[in-house]
């Protein structure tokens, strides 16, 4: 536990190092945050995965203490908060000595960064109530200054802002839920809780159980809560767009954990809700994600997208608690946690890759882009293969993750009754449909950006990043492949966090898990022997082209003379088909505008796909509260004496309500 301490201290010394050096804090705020995460990590891994450790300490404050623990939920959690905060630190250290070559900009970031991993660290260790609304709210509100980087632009003002007023009203719910547990018990740690509340009925389990569910969705990004995603990761930094989507948004889901832990089983309802809430969130996020033209807009839908993935999971862990059937309840929250494991490195490579598409190019627009690959081969390759990962493609640990939810949904369909039956083959169906649209979104972004020509002289002459660069990239895409090697490993650890949650039947589950680990090992070997496979006709058949005399012509020729990047598939073209079908769910705008007459001159078509929830509801609901906001300045006019008698009427409404 003392390796925490040493991470926490690290991070908080670095971040204010990094603060006073201004200038020169780039390398220093840097150095601390990678120290820090393998102080971190050597915490993680001190001691057998599923062993419990904790500590205590008072802080002189009237209520709580500084409580900390490890157990296997905290450890799987930190894992991605370890790695990537490490690579993401390593990455953001070069491009932003390139970017401002030392301005005071630079130390300020890297001191948010560091506070931001500090409360990670605080929020998934912490086992007192008051500490851990502390450390949320020190991870809250780091990523607001990380977002608010450039802030000379409006766009990035305003993505921070939605960002701030999202973290605080789901903030607002975490307190309340917090607060009404400890009206319930009188206690503030974690374990004083769950004893208190087992001798006793839970009053208004239903209201704790919404409250959790808005106040940590809000940081996971549950539909319809995801609207501060897709503005925050275009504006913010790259390397801060993967900390942001593989490590701080997973803090709602830690969150959302620890709150069903406390508050019990959950009725058979609350687990249908968080399975329908799931699909709901999984498949708005991938239509929409489909429907961008701008690539880091995709990947934060895409992030939306798994996120009701992980939901679901544990809305089937759930439903199998209540229902008793262990193989389905550890299956579905196993699934859940290595589904995270998988988007955290998949998604960081993706933002990673996409920020050197920005460094090298200028821009994300995907009209703008194409034939990267062949400028940027190691980013192109790198791009691919977690693209493939987070498309659930086989033998990534992306398909294997989705294989177990698959699965736990699959033994769901012997659950006695009709609602168990038809409600997990709707979910399999809809998660079915999930992985073909995320295969389709990713191709996109994929073949756009990195495949074809080029749309613009910017991708035409697009640079390679350097080896400062291209280091971090290597590296989380390495952590892909090891974890497509590695993945019953992977599963195993997973399950021994899933086999920790209340409720478990010890014996079945690991049953369970040992009959799955099984066939983790049998899909893997039978997977790789067939990439083994398909790798050496590849190689055969180039050498036969190649020995052949083959000549290359440029991609999209398609038998013209003379081609050009405009006769290649569009952002708006390649999804034209699913538009005509799914414009209302996509979120499809198109505008056709052209001169009249028989043979126009010039013609413009025009297609958008603007968030409905935050055009429709969340922008209408802000401007009605800011003119009602705006209406009560009558009252504050500068004018003392009326002061005055705000003052003496409310004493004498006071005394008259008392007497």
Not at 56 to 72: F, K, N, Y
Not at 341 to 361: P, R
Not at 433 to 461: I, N, S, Y
Not at 499 to 504: C, I, V
Request: hydrophobic content about 55%.
């Amino acid at each position: 536990m003392e390796w925490l301490l040493v991470a926490v201290a690290i991070f908080i010394a670095s971040g204010l190092l990094a603060l006073g050096l201004r200038q020169k804090g780039n390398a220093v705020g840097a150095a601390g945050a990678v120290l820090g995460c393998l102080a971190t990590l050597a915490a993680v891994l001190s001691g057998p995965f599923s062993s419990f450790l904790a500590m205590r300490l008072p802080w002189g404050l009237p209520m709580g203490a500084l409580s900390l623990g490890l157990d296997p939920v905290s450890r799987l959690f930190l894992l991605p908060v370890c790695v990537l905060g490490a690579i993401c630190a390593a990455s953001g250290a070069a491009a932003l000595a390139g970017e401002h070559g030392g301005t005071d900009r630079t130390g300020s970031h890297w001191f948010f960064y560091n506070l931001l991993l500090a409360g990670l660290v605080l929020v998934m260790t912490a086992r007192d109530a008051i500490c851990f609304l502390l450390a949320w709210e020190i991870m809250s509100l780091a990523p607001f200054f990380l977002i608010a980087h450039h802030d000379e632009e409006a766009s990035v003002r305003e993505a921070s802002w939605v960002y701030l007023i999202a973290a605080h009203l789901g903030a607002v719910c975490v307190i309340a839920f917090f607060t009404l547990l400890w009206a319930g018990t009188g206690a503030t740690e974690f374990a004083a809780i769950r004893l208190s509340l087992s001798h006793g009925g839970l009053a208004a389990p239903a209201v704790l159980f919404v409250l959790a569910l808005v106040g940590f969705g809000a940081k996971a990004g549950f539909v319809p809560f995801h609207v501060w995603l897709p503005e925050a990761h275009p504006a913010a930094p790259s390397h801060v767009s993967a900390m942001l989507s593989g490590a701080m948004i997973n803090a709602g889901l830690y969150g959302l954990w620890r709150a069903l832990e406390l508050i019990g089983p959950a009725a058979p309802w609350q687990g249908w809700v968080l399975i329908a809430l799931g699909l709901v969130t999984a498949l708005s996020g991938i239509l929409q994600a489909l429907a961008q033209g701008n690539l880091k807009r995709l990947l934060a839908y895409s992030s939306v997208e798994n996120m009701g993935i992980i939901l679901l999971g544990f809305g089937i862990g759930c439903v199998g608690l209540q229902a008793g059937a262990p193989t389905v309840a550890v299956l579905g929250l196993a699934g859940a946690l290595f589904h995270m494991l998988n988007h955290a490195a998949f998604k960081g490579t993706l933002f990673l890759c996409a920020g050197e598409v920005l460094h090298g190019v200028g821009s994300v627009r995907l009209s703008h882009l194409g034939g990267l690959g062949k400028r940027m081969p190691v980013v192109g390759a790198a791009f691919a293969l977690a693209a493939a990962g987070i498309a659930g493609l086989p033998p990534l640990a992306g398909f294997a993750g989705e294989l177990t939810l698959a699965m736990a949904m699959f033994h769901g369909l012997d659950l006695p009754g009709l609602l168990p039956r038809a409600g997990f083959a709707a979910a399999m169906a809809a998660l079915a449909a999930v992985g073909g649209f995320a295969l389709a979104a990713l191709a996109k972004a994929d073949g756009l950006a990195f495949l074809g020509e080029p749309r613009t002289k910017a991708a035409a002459t697009a640079h390679a990043p350097g080896p400062g660069a291209l280091v971090p990239v290597i590296a989380l895409a390495a952590c892909c492949l090891g974890a497509a090697v590695s993945a019953p490993r992977l599963f195993d650890l997973a399950a021994q966090a899933a086999l920790t949650f209340p409720g478990q039947s010890a014996g079945p589950a690991r049953q369970a898990v040992a009959d799955a680990l099984g066939m983790q090992w049998g899909v893997l070997t039978v997977l790789g022997g067939l990439l083994v496979l398909i790798l050496a006709i590849l190689f055969l058949r180039n050498r036969l082209l190649a020995s052949a005399g083959t000549r290359r012509e440029p991609t999209w020729g398609c038998g013209y003379l003379a081609p050009t990047a405009r006769i290649q598939y569009g952002a708006a073209s390649f999804v034209e088909p699913a538009a005509r079908i799914l414009s209302g769910p996509m979120g499809v705008k198109s505008r056709l505008d052209m001169a009249p007459g028989w043979f126009p001159a010039r013609a413009r078509l025009t297609v958008t796909a603007p968030d409905r929830l935050k055009t429709s509801v969340f922008a209408p609901a802000f401007e009605l509260a800011a003119r009602v906001c705006d209406s009560l300045k009558v009252v504050q006019h500068g004018r003392v004496h009326l002061y005055i008698l705000y003052i003496l009427a409310t004493v004498v409404l006071l005394l008259a309500w008392k007497l």
